[in-house]
T-cell receptor
């Protein structure tokens, strides 16, 4: 079983608040990812990182930002949450090599009121 | 047109049935193929991982890849209510980003 942890699992906050979703992995994986998924819908890549101090935007435009200061930690921040940010946010990681499958955390379900 | 197409379902089968889940893709450079299972309110869980054409079996699950037809399948034998979930296919060529299908929702009725 993959060791990738996301906190909090559920978060309900008001519009305009700053929030940080935490993601940590203990597998020493270089690559980490953030996906956004609405209920019953597809996964959309919003950010990824191939190593410390490396971050890139994904296919889906997002107002969130990420940082990668340590290999095991890849937090996602929303400076000012809006109701349109309501979604599930999934963090994943993968090892070296282009053929390494992704391992996912259980997600953070965010509701912005 | 999406690079990876997957029927969203839902697919409803009785317990014990053989289930066939499928994806088609357009990028002939895809080399690595995965199936993920996602329960409601959980993250996707890696089920099967295959490289190139052929079959791979793991317990009640068999993954099949036909690169000539750009078609992959996941078969579930003796399906159980606990198999009820959304199944996502995913694939990529070495070094590139993973491309997911939209997922098929499966319901196995007791």
């Amino acid at each position: 079983e993959a060791d990738i942890y996301q906190t909090p699992r559920y978060l309900v906050i008001g519009t305009g608040k700053k929030i940080t979703l935490e993601c940590s992995q203990t597998m020493g994986h270089d690559k980490m990812y953030w996906y956004q998924q609405d209920p019953g819908m597809e996964l959309h890549l919003i950010h990824y990182s191939y190593g410390v101090n490396s971050t890139e935007k994904g296919d889906l435009s997002s107002e969130s930002t990420v940082s990668r200061i340590r290999t095991e930690h890849f937090p996602l921040t929303l400076e000012s949450a809006r109701p349109s940010h309501t979604s599930q946010y999934l963090c994943a990681s993968s090892g070296k090599g282009g053929d390494s499958p992704l391992h996912f955390g259980n997600g953070t379900r965010l509701t912005v009121t | 047109q999406k690079e990876v197409e997957q029927d969203p379902g839902p697919l409803s089968v009785p317990e014990g049935a053989i289930v066939s889940l499928n994806c088609t893709y357009s990028n002939s450079a895809f080399q690595y193929f995965m199936w993920y299972r996602q329960y409601s309110r959980k993250g996707p869980e890696l089920l099967m991982y295959t490289y190139s054409s052929g079959n791979k079996e793991d317990g009640r699950f068999t993954a099949q890849v036909d690169k000539s037809s750009k078609y992959i399948s996941l078969f579930i034998r003796d399906s159980q209510p606990s198999d009820s979930a959304t199944y996502l296919c995913a694939m990529y060529n070495a070094g590139n980003m993973l491309t997911f299908g939209g997922g098929t929702r499966l319901m196995v009725k007791p």
